[in-house]
Nanobody, 124 residues
Framework: VQLQASGGGLAQPGGSLTLSCVVS????????IGWFRQAPGKEREGVSC???????YYTNSVRGRFTVSRDINKNTVYLQMNSLKPEDTAEYYC???????????????????WGQGTQVTVSS
């Protein structure tokens, strides 16, 4: 199983970026995928997830600004990030959210898979 995240970059405050996570070796429509982020000196944070049943979850700080979605045919999960703030600056990862990693995600993954990170920097 491989998860390949991309789409990070530099954005101005108030700007937008879309992250993509291409999943291989696993059928997306039967599995939950989450987005996590980690800023320097801070703990990893669960940002959002989309379940096998297409239910979604967002942490409070991004709700209303970020949208998670998936394309079953492309086996890809997206994170549309709007109204970006400097505090959104972090390395973003897509992964399967196992027990305890994203407590409010509506589904828990049985296996632990992580993609490489993609850096998001929000700065003027």
């Amino acid at each position: 199983v491989q998860l390949q995240a991309s789409g990070g970059g530099l954005a101005q405050p108030g700007g937008s970026l879309t992250l993509s996570c291409v999943v291989s070796g696993m059928v997306l429509k039967y599995n939950v995928i989450g987005w996590f982020r980690q800023a320097p000196g801070k703990e990893r944070e669960g940002v959002s997830c989309i379940s096998s049943g297409n239910d979604t979850y967002y942490t409070n700080s991004v709700r209303g600004r970020f949208t998670v979605s998936r394309d079953i045919n492309k086996n890809t999960v997206y994170l549309q990030m709007n109204s970006l703030k400097p505090e959104d600056t972090a390395e973003y990862y897509c992964a399967t959210p196992t027990v305890g990693t994203m407590p409010h995600c509506p589904e828990v993954a049985s296996n632990d898979y992580w993609g490489q990170g993609t850096q998001v920097t929000v700065s003027s």
